[in-house]
């Protein structure tokens, strides 16, 4: 499953790395955006399989910022 | 003797509905006949109906496959008309129509609400001379739902598909419940996108009951089944009065449910940390009275019905948990057909504002904010209904026009003490004006000074010295809130005025 992110702005904190289980409803990352700290949490329980961006960076509403299984 | 026995074995062959093998084909779908369902929507049966002998010369089309007339819900006198898909489908010939258009006069005639229950395949194609384009044709059920709107509520409850022009039965309603899975709506069907633009597509992803509560906002609740969309229409309708001439009814007020946490507990020091708003209006609102429009659409915007000590409420509030409560094109749209719904029924407004602002960037200008932003702003002025703005943290920049601020004649502007207004918040600010200055500064002196002029913004913008200058009208604090909300909503409730004398606003649609 995409985690997406849901507006635009920057990635503040990527809460996970490669390999790391997450459970439904836990932050994946959590981006900063028109000053406000957006939360992006995991839709599933599951196992992160790849991370795509890194602190820093822009992203556009829809990016994807991680894939978990 | 005979004649008698005639008339009953007709009246018991029309009332049965199509073949069974189309009952059957329904109840393996969990669809119920169109007669249970209004059983179960009104308090007793439907109490009369219209037409029952529609179409009977012809054979296989009883009550002409639609199912006319008024009952009570909650006590209340309400219109309906319900597709019977065991019948061609629910397909609309010319008496179906007739039907439908009759009904609707008889609740615009009535002042009464107006439900559709709908679960129908469109025209009848080999009718349609006598059902398409003459002027009592299909064309007219549109008409006149245009004309009903803001007179008297029109509730579309979805239990199968609306396709083609059928669609605007739904859009043309003030709300839409969507039954999963066998709901769907959408203006050419899969197989006709194939054929004529080449899309492969599935009925799911293009006109789902899903898709449309939570994509296109066509739909405003997802129901699991059937029972639970009828359930969901007779609560919705206890918050409205009949017609635009009344008002709603004032049931006995009930306090908010308990919590752990305080109001004061629940809100951030930290203007940017998220929160979530759903905690704040449960502990405003009575128990259990909170019914959501659009819970799935723009969540960064929540905007439902509830009562504040037993009188029905529509509450409009950011949401900081998504997307920052920052306001979008789609929220923008949510908040303007929510603001109308309720000043066209007489229902106060209640605004909780907790916004940076609406959103900027290349998508969102693309995308029309604007006149999307423009839209919301111009539902919320036009509103005439009791209306009381509370900056629950901060309200920046147009977020604070669009959230009801001072300029738009709220009947008071509220403010937690920790509340914040402003263009735009200090960081922002302080990087606005001082860039060239911050810029030209040696690195290690730079901290300092932003927070220096940090802390001259947060005095410049002190919510005592808003109050002093009269931008707010009080500042409240957090726990007592609802007692003030609840003493206000009752000292407005006679308002009464109108907003402009004209024919109607050019709305930046």
Sequence with gaps: ?69 | MAENQRLKEAKEQIASGGLEKYHEKNEEKGKMFVRDRLEKLFDDNIDVEDAFFANNQEKGLPADGVVTGIGRINGEKVCVMANDSTVKAGSWGAHTVEKIIRIQETALKLEIPMLYLVDSAGARITDQVEMFPNRRGAGRIFHNQIKMSGRVPQVCLLFGPSAAGGAYIPAFCDIVVMVDGNASMYLGSPRMAEKVIGEKVSLEEMGGANMHCSVSGCGDVLAENEEEAIQFARRYLSYFPANFRSKPGHEEGKGPASFEKSVEELIPDNQNAPFDMYELINRLIDEDSFCEIKKKFAPELITGLARIDGRSVGVIANQPRAKGGVLFPDSADKAAKFMQLCDAFNIPLLFLADIPGFMIGTRVEQAGIIRHGAKMLAAMSEATVPKISVIVRKAYGAGLYAMAGPAFEPDACLALPSAQIAVMGPEAAVNAVYANKIAELPVEERPSFIKEKHEEYKENIDIYRLASEMVIDDIVQPDQLRDELVKRFDMYEDKNFSFTERKHGIYPV
Excluded: C, H, R, Y
Aim: zero cysteines; charged letters at 30%; aromatic letters at 2%.
């Design chain 1, 1 to 69: 499953m995409e985690v997406k992110a849901s507006m635009a702005g920057s990635v503040w904190k990527m809460n996970v790395s490669q390999g790391d289980e997450i459970n439904q409803g836990e932050d994946v990352a959590i981006l900063e955006s028109m000053k406000m700290e957006i939360p992006i949490p995991a839709e599933m329980t599951g196992k992160v399989t790849e991370v795509k961006v890194a602190e820093g960076d822009f992203v556009n509403e829809g990016d994807i910022l991680a894939i978990l299984e």
